[in-house]
Nanobody, 120 residues
Framework: QVTLEESGGGLIHPGGTLRLSCALS????????WSWYRQGPGKQRELVAR???????TYADAVKGRCTVSRDTTKNTGFLEMTNLESGDTAVYYC??????????????WGKGTQVTVSS
């Protein structure tokens, strides 16, 4: 079993910077990719960014140029940083990780989500 613990978020002023982290613990052999999703008020959950096992980064059009996804493979932790926040970035942000256990069984795990509110 694996668990995800997210940290960061909260109230951020317009133009500010968001920093989120996501720590994976448990029986882990390999993490294949880290993804960050968000769900704004009245909206469907959408992919924000993803970093794959070979460090390939993918970003939603709405955040390109102001978002960076990264990871620390030694600490099984993923990160999301987003600058120049605007009201449209208000959402619950979710971390999602996929990988393999030591017995080569695949896993995928969602974080509980963290509220990010962009407001002055």
């Amino acid at each position: 079993q694996v668990t995800l613990e997210e940290s960061g978020g909260g109230l951020i002023h317009p133009g500010g910077t968001l920093r989120l982290s996501c720590a994976l613990s448990g029986s882990i052999y390999r993490i294949d990719d880290w993804s960050w999703y968000r769900q704004g008020p009245g909206k469907q959950r959408e992919l924000v960014a993803r970093i794959s096992h070979d460090a390939r980064e993918t970003y939603a059009d709405a955040v390109k140029g102001r978002c960076t996804v990264s990871r620390d493979t030694t600490k099984n932790t993923g990160f999301l940083e987003m600058t120049n926040l605007e009201s449209g970035d208000t959402a619950v942000y979710y971390c999602y990780a996929r990988g393999l256990s030591p017995i080569l069984r695949g896993f995928d795990q969602w974080g509980k989500g963290t509220q990010v509110t962009v407001s002055s």
